[in-house]
């Protein structure tokens, strides 16, 4: 009997060794599957991997008044942040940092920008146009976008995480007021999130992205 219980325990042992996929942190980028935003480095042979978290399917309208959907973003690495054009104070800092982020990567098509008003009762098309070309938004690079209140609300929190006090409220009608920036990858899993006010995370941000390109 005793014989049996080490065989048996030996056989999981060795089992669960030849399932663990060890990852170079150093050289991938994590995955975020929950609002928990913990970083979890899960290998494609991973018994995990087909069930990493994605951005859900989205339909908005951009500055332009085209529809944008996330097909849009296939393929395409993006940053995602939420705003509202009247907001007077992290939101000029979100978008100049959003700004630089559009200049540093101008030539590089495989990158792309996206901003979610907050405020759609107010950001009409022409609203966010109006401060798509004071923040110098280059189309078909950098979209903000606008939409059902319902719907963008559900995106952030469901899909982008974005809203920290939803966590702890869980009350749909409060307002999203949030300095992330959400790393997507070409699949529509969230790569990484950082303080989007902050010099130092959009320093951090420029090398996550040189490490998620070797994906390509």
Known sequence: MIKKTVLLVLFLTCFSCKNEVSVDKSKTLPFYNSATLTPEWISENDVNYSKIHKIAPFEFTNQNGHEITNKNFEGKIYIADFFFTTCPSICPILAKNMGVIQEFYKEDDTIMLLSHTVMPSIDSVEKIKEYAIENKAIDEKWHLITGDRAE????????????????????????????????????????GVYNGTLGVDILRLKRHIKILKKEF
């Open 152 to 191: 963008i609300y559900n995106i952030a929190r469901t899909s982008y995480f974005a809203d920290e006090d939803f966590k702890k409220t869980k009350d749909e009608s409060e307002f999203i007021h949030t300095e992330n920036f959400v790393l997507v990858d070409g699949k529509g899993r969230i790569r």
